[in-house]
């Protein structure tokens, strides 16, 4: 009895299939091409054509659901810097350790800059063929600045000051208005990172009178402050 289902044979085999995902995850560069990253157009006609042992025909609708099938996604790339801190465990487990035991009392601190004005494209009604133009450089005629910002881990809050420069000075006026943030005496707990201008003796002396625990991040590592995912927003 014939076992025969009906419709067209498969053209693309299973080793088709690895060949494809293995192309699109290898940097172009890397197969000699001139280009940093592949397109749809780009990765179809390399797999048509190239010089190896493989070549695979294949659309570029059937590419694209052959990638989302495989969960190939195009991604901007991202740094990655891993610290070399000595102490990094002891300040993670330690950060770690205050926001789960102590969340109403935790806060973050770090300034976000350098913040300047600039123009920024938008769009409008114009005559064809005379579109606004906004100059690709720019001078920061006023200079520039940094905010000075603190964070209430429990009570998702945020506040600070714009000021024109990092400094002891400046981080101690924000440790002093999370410290007003909770009056009382207990003890308070500021997540921050490893910059001279947060541990100098002035502000160490101040914190250890005021119950102000300082749990510095390790080096490289500012993903451990959870301040940092507001800098975009």
Sequence with gaps: MSQWAGGRPRRISEDDEAFIVATATTRPRT?????????????????????????????RERLRELLHKHEITFQRTKT????????????????EEVTTLFPDRVFAFDEFGPL?????????????????RLPGNYHKLHGVRQFHAC????????WGVVRRRKSAGNTLAALKSIRAARPDSAPVYVILDNLSAHKGKQIR?????????????????????????????
């Design 116 to 132: 300047t004005i600039r123009l920024h494209a938008g769009a409008s009604w114009t005559a064809a063929g005379h579109p606004d």
């Design 205 to 233: 002396a101040w914190a250890g009178r005021n119950r102000v625990e300082l749990c510095f991040t390790p080096t490289y590592s500012s993903w451990a402050n959870p301040i940092v995912r507001h800098d975009a927003a």
């Design 80 to 95: 990655w810097k891993e610290t070399n801190d000595p102490d990094a465990e002891a300040k993670l487990a330690r950060i």
């Design 151 to 158: 964070y209430s881990v429990g009570d998702d809050t945020m």
């Design 31 to 59: 197969l000699g091409q001139p280009f940093t990253r592949w397109s749809l157009r780009k990765l179809a006609d390399y797999l048509a054509h190239n010089t190896g042992a493989r070549r695979v025909r294949v659309g």
